[in-house]
């Protein structure tokens, strides 16, 4: 059994270029959720989705950053014209149920912008 | 917004020591959870607890949610040094609404 995956596990991008960071739930789990971590901090919530819903995104920045789970592959965090703030590990989560339940992590992507 | 705050942020023991890190929210919960992140790893699903009161065990750690359903703890005894790590709780208030709350985490260090 697959885990949560993530990729790229590491990615670097200058100032103002775009960063696109994927997960693909386990086999079965329909619930995304992004989580954004900085350097010795907690996680933080970004978003939740379900196939092609977003669900809550309270915690996405209002501009720069989208995500999206389409029908068919991966879940998309999307940063565009990244800033040296956006640096940071995102880890993706996901769950079976419509209800909160065990949250299963990827590896993480952790983006590093120049 | 709803808020859980977990303390302490930091704790260093010595192995063979206890350890114990809390969670605590103003409002009343309706389950809460435990992960663990090794350094440079991504957070381990430990446990889920849902009732007013409950206890849980895994081998030395030690898990419970209070009787207002408002806080929980976790607790390690006599820590050895692969319990290094971080400790995250994740507060649930509403389970329809599929989001959960995370505390900003104990970092436990374990001496030798």
């Known amino acids: 059994n697959a885990g949560v995956m993530q990729n790229p596990r590491h990615l670097v991008r200058r100032r103002g270029q775009e960063a696109r960071l994927r997960c693909s739930p386990m086999?079965?789990?329909?619930?995304v959720y992004w989580y954004r971590q900085l350097p010795e901090e907690g996680l933080k919530f970004m978003v939740y989705?379900?196939?092609?819903?977003?669900?809550?995104e309270s915690g996405m920045p209002k501009e720069r950053f989208s995500a999206e789970f389409p029908k068919e592959g991966p879940s998309i965090l999307r940063i565009q014209q990244v800033v040296r703030g956006d640096s940071a590990a995102y880890f993706c989560?996901?769950?079976?149920?419509?209800?909160?339940?065990?949250?299963?992590f990827g590896p993480g992507t952790r983006l590093t912008v120049l | 917004g709803q808020q859980v705050m977990q303390i302490p942020q930091y704790q260093h023991v010595q192995e063979g020591e206890d350890f114990t890190t809390y969670c605590n929210s103003s409002?009343?919960?309706?389950?809460i959870q435990w992960y663990k992140q090794r350094p440079g790893g991504h957070p381990v699903f430990l446990i889920q607890?849902?009732?007013?009161?409950e206890v849980k065990k895994q081998k030395r750690l030690t898990f419970q949610f209070g009787e207002a359903k408002k806080n929980s703890s976790l607790h390690i005894t006599a820590t050895q040094t692969t319990d290094v790590g971080t400790y995250f709780c994740?507060?649930?208030?509403?389970?329809?609404?599929?989001?959960?709350?995370f505390g900003d985490g104990t970092t436990l260090t374990v001496k030798p």
């Open positions: 607890l849902v009732k007013s009161g």
């Open positions: 086999k079965g789990h329909s619930h």
């Open positions: 989560a996901s769950s079976p149920n419509l209800a909160v339940d065990t949250q299963y």
């Open positions: 994740a507060a649930v208030y509403n389970t329809n609404a599929g989001k959960s709350t």
């Open positions: 409002t009343t919960l309706s389950n």
């Open positions: 989705l379900q196939k092609e819903n977003i669900i809550d």
